[in-house]
Protein backbone atom coordinates (compact mmCIF):
# COMPACT_ATOMS: atom_id res chain seq x y z
CA UNK A 1 0.00 0.00 0.00
CA UNK A 2 2.84 2.61 1.11
CA UNK A 3 4.60 1.54 -2.57
CA UNK A 4 1.48 2.36 -4.25
CA UNK A 5 1.03 5.95 -2.39
CA UNK A 6 4.65 6.49 -2.98
CA UNK A 7 4.28 5.64 -6.89
CA UNK A 8 1.31 8.05 -6.84
CA UNK A 9 3.05 11.12 -5.93
CA UNK A 10 6.73 10.27 -7.43
CA UNK A 11 4.05 10.25 -10.88
CA UNK A 12 4.17 13.97 -10.38
CA UNK A 13 7.34 14.95 -10.58
CA UNK A 14 7.72 15.39 -14.77
CA UNK A 15 5.20 17.94 -14.70
CA UNK A 16 6.62 19.49 -11.46
CA UNK A 17 10.26 18.97 -13.72
CA UNK A 18 8.04 20.41 -17.17
CA UNK A 19 6.27 23.16 -15.55
CA UNK A 20 9.31 24.46 -13.74
CA UNK A 21 11.59 24.18 -17.22
CA UNK A 22 8.23 26.21 -18.26
CA UNK A 23 9.06 28.75 -15.61
CA UNK A 24 13.07 29.50 -16.37
CA UNK A 25 12.36 29.81 -20.08
CA UNK A 26 10.00 32.38 -19.19
CA UNK A 27 11.60 34.25 -17.14
CA UNK A 28 14.40 35.05 -19.66
CA UNK A 29 14.67 38.61 -20.62
CA UNK A 30 13.99 39.28 -24.25
CA UNK A 31 17.12 39.34 -25.37
CA UNK A 32 18.17 36.13 -23.58
CA UNK A 33 15.40 34.70 -24.78
CA UNK A 34 15.33 35.26 -28.46
CA UNK A 35 19.16 34.45 -28.74
CA UNK A 36 18.05 31.08 -27.45
CA UNK A 37 15.45 30.59 -30.07
CA UNK A 38 18.07 32.00 -32.61
CA UNK A 39 20.30 29.19 -31.58
CA UNK A 40 18.03 27.10 -31.48
CA UNK A 41 17.11 27.76 -35.75
CA UNK A 42 20.45 28.04 -36.41
CA UNK A 43 21.05 24.77 -35.05
CA UNK A 44 18.23 22.95 -37.25
CA UNK A 45 19.13 25.39 -40.22
CA UNK A 46 23.31 23.62 -40.20
CA UNK A 47 21.02 20.34 -39.30
CA UNK A 48 19.45 20.75 -42.62
CA UNK A 49 22.47 21.76 -44.37
CA UNK A 50 24.65 19.27 -43.04
CA UNK A 51 22.07 16.45 -44.09
CA UNK A 52 22.32 18.07 -47.65
CA UNK A 53 18.96 19.73 -47.81
CA UNK A 54 20.44 22.95 -47.86
CA UNK A 55 22.98 24.80 -49.02
CA UNK A 56 23.42 28.19 -47.29
CA UNK A 57 25.82 31.20 -46.27
CA UNK A 58 25.97 32.52 -43.50
CA UNK A 59 24.51 35.68 -45.07
CA UNK A 60 21.47 33.22 -45.54
CA UNK A 61 21.24 31.93 -42.35
CA UNK A 62 21.07 35.25 -40.39
CA UNK A 63 18.15 36.39 -42.36
CA UNK A 64 16.23 33.12 -42.19
CA UNK A 65 16.61 33.48 -38.48
CA UNK A 66 14.82 36.38 -38.45
CA UNK A 67 12.21 35.03 -40.67
CA UNK A 68 12.25 31.77 -39.25
CA UNK A 69 11.96 33.53 -35.44
CA UNK A 70 7.95 33.56 -34.93
CA UNK A 71 7.41 29.73 -36.32
CA UNK A 72 10.36 28.22 -34.07
CA UNK A 73 9.24 30.04 -30.55
CA UNK A 74 5.15 29.18 -31.77
CA UNK A 75 6.05 25.70 -32.07
CA UNK A 76 8.03 25.40 -28.69
CA UNK A 77 5.50 27.02 -26.80
CA UNK A 78 3.17 23.94 -28.42
CA UNK A 79 5.43 21.33 -27.78
CA UNK A 80 6.38 22.54 -23.96
CA UNK A 81 2.61 22.25 -23.31
CA UNK A 82 2.15 18.86 -25.15
CA UNK A 83 5.03 17.50 -22.70
CA UNK A 84 3.44 19.66 -20.10
CA UNK A 85 -0.39 18.21 -20.65
CA UNK A 86 1.23 14.52 -20.92
CA UNK A 87 2.96 14.67 -17.72
CA UNK A 88 -0.27 16.31 -15.96
CA UNK A 89 -2.00 13.02 -17.94
CA UNK A 90 0.56 10.31 -15.89
CA UNK A 91 0.32 12.41 -12.55
CA UNK A 92 -3.31 12.02 -12.90
CA UNK A 93 -3.44 8.46 -14.05
CA UNK A 94 -1.85 7.47 -11.64
CA UNK A 95 -3.92 9.68 -9.03
CA UNK A 96 -6.53 8.10 -10.06
CA UNK A 97 -5.64 4.46 -10.80
CA UNK A 98 -7.25 3.38 -7.45
CA UNK A 99 -10.22 5.69 -8.08
CA UNK A 100 -12.96 4.57 -10.70
CA UNK A 101 -12.25 7.98 -12.72
CA UNK A 102 -14.17 8.30 -16.27
CA UNK A 103 -11.54 8.77 -18.36
CA UNK A 104 -13.00 11.80 -19.98
CA UNK A 105 -13.06 13.11 -16.53
CA UNK A 106 -9.10 13.37 -16.27
CA UNK A 107 -9.10 14.12 -20.06
CA UNK A 108 -10.85 17.79 -19.00
CA UNK A 109 -9.04 17.87 -15.58
CA UNK A 110 -5.05 17.80 -17.54
CA UNK A 111 -6.53 20.11 -19.87
CA UNK A 112 -7.98 22.75 -17.56
CA UNK A 113 -4.48 22.18 -15.49
CA UNK A 114 -2.43 23.14 -18.62
CA UNK A 115 -4.56 25.97 -19.38
CA UNK A 116 -4.30 27.45 -16.15
CA UNK A 117 -0.57 27.29 -16.33
CA UNK A 118 -0.55 28.27 -19.64
CA UNK A 119 -2.13 31.42 -18.47
CA UNK A 120 -0.45 32.04 -15.17
CA UNK A 121 3.03 31.61 -17.06
CA UNK A 122 1.92 34.42 -19.48
CA UNK A 123 1.00 36.21 -16.24
CA UNK A 124 4.66 35.73 -15.03
CA UNK A 125 6.01 37.06 -18.10
CA UNK A 126 4.36 40.08 -17.55
CA UNK A 127 7.15 40.99 -14.92
CA UNK A 128 9.78 39.84 -17.30
CA UNK A 129 11.76 42.57 -18.94
CA UNK A 130 11.16 43.09 -22.72
CA UNK A 131 8.11 40.43 -22.29
CA UNK A 132 4.66 40.70 -22.69
CA UNK A 133 1.81 38.36 -21.47
CA UNK A 134 -0.85 37.61 -24.58
CA UNK A 135 -4.08 35.40 -24.77
CA UNK A 136 -2.61 34.91 -27.82
CA UNK A 137 -0.08 32.71 -26.39
CA UNK A 138 -2.35 30.75 -24.42
CA UNK A 139 -4.21 29.87 -27.30
CA UNK A 140 -1.35 28.55 -29.01
CA UNK A 141 0.35 26.69 -26.18
CA UNK A 142 -2.94 24.50 -25.78
CA UNK A 143 -2.81 23.79 -29.89
CA UNK A 144 -1.15 20.69 -29.06
CA UNK A 145 -3.26 20.06 -25.71
CA UNK A 146 -6.49 20.70 -27.49
CA UNK A 147 -5.03 17.76 -30.07
CA UNK A 148 -4.07 15.18 -27.43
CA UNK A 149 -6.72 15.47 -25.56
CA UNK A 150 -9.17 14.83 -28.73
CA UNK A 151 -7.58 12.32 -30.06
CA UNK A 152 -7.71 10.52 -26.44
CA UNK A 153 -11.24 11.47 -25.97
CA UNK A 154 -12.01 9.69 -29.40
CA UNK A 155 -10.14 6.43 -28.35
CA UNK A 156 -11.78 3.65 -27.56
Not at 22 to 26: K, T
Given at each position: ????RFIRYIAWLPALFVAAA?????AQPADVSTEMSDGVTTLLLQMAEAMGLLEL???IVGK???QLSMPVRK???ITEYMILH??????LYHWSSNLKVNKKLWLRL???????YAATDEIHQLFVPGRAGRVTDVLIDCIGV??????LWKER
Open positions: MHETIFYFSSPELCECAHGTILLGAFVMTALAVITYL
